[in-house]
């Protein structure tokens, strides 16, 4: 099973900052990656697979890089709507599709 | 329009079952794989299990191998899971989402939840 881990677990912004965030996968999943937001109350939305390519809809702002075991995605200019808890999860070698233990953007 | 609704969830004692199902619209149902995603109270995102698009191929978390059985109804759009020898560490919200092809891969639609408790 492939274990993907998140840092930091917990991320302190200001709106209009830039907010990096890590993904590391215990062995290579090529771009095999995707990122998710999850809302309080609400179910996750897809923002970017294959590593680097944004999902119908998902503003400019976000951006996904890396490759093998680490990715990042980046959010270039934080809006109010932007802080949630965000996931990865790696679908190269499967069963089980695994997701990270997740990464909370909060306000700073 | 995607739409993916899910019903089944409930109060269930431990050892009892329960069936979930999701039904589908907004897309060619048997052209995708389906998945089930739970999420325990205040807790990350757990992959369950997921079908193939013709239903012929099915796969499981470790956690359920034996206990949960998926399955599709590509006639009626509907997704099931059916959910025997339930345990308190069961309970979560479970989601059903679309994968992006015939295969599970990434989670493309979700919908929006429904909640399954087990006491302990």
């Known amino acids: 099973e492939i274990v993907m881990t998140q840092s930091p677990a917990t991320l302190s912004v200001s709106p209009g900052d830039r907010a990096t965030l890590s993904c590391r996968a215990s062995?290579?999943?090529?771009?095999?990656l995707a990122w998710y937001q999850q809302k309080p109350g609400q179910a996750p939305r897809l923002l970017i697979y294959?590593?680097?390519t944004r999902a119908t809809g998902i503003p400019a702002r976000f951006s996904g890089s890396g490759s093998g075991t680490e990715f990042t995605l980046t959010i270039s200019s934080l809006q109010s709507e932007d802080f949630a808890v965000y996931y990865c999860q790696q679908y190269d070698n499967w069963p089980p599709l695994t997701f990270g233990g997740g990464t909370e953007v909060e306000i700073k | 329009e995607v739409q993916l609704v899910e019903s089944g969830g409930g109060w269930v004692q431990p050892g009892g079952s329960l069936r979930l199902s999701c039904a589908a619209s907004?897309?060619?149902?048997?052209?995708?794989?389906m998945n089930w995603v739970r999420q325990a109270p205040g807790k990350g995102l757990e992959w369950v299990s997921g079908?193939?698009?013709?239903?012929?191929?099915?796969f499981y978390a470790d956690s359920v191998m034996g206990r949960f059985t998926i399955s599709r109804d590509n006639f009626r759009n509907t997704l099931h899971l059916q959910m025997k020898s339930l345990r308190a560490e069961d309970t979560a919200v479970y989601y059903c989402?679309?994968?992006?092809?015939?295969?599970?891969?990434?989670?493309?639609?979700w919908g929006q939840g429904t909640l399954v408790t087990v006491p302990s």
């Open positions: 907004g897309f060619t149902f048997s052209s995708y794989a």
């Open positions: 294959g590593a680097s």
């Open positions: 989402a679309k994968g992006s092809d015939s295969r599970p891969d990434y989670f493309d639609d």
């Open positions: 079908i193939s698009g013709s239903g012929v191929y099915t």
């Open positions: 062995q290579s999943v090529s771009s095999n």
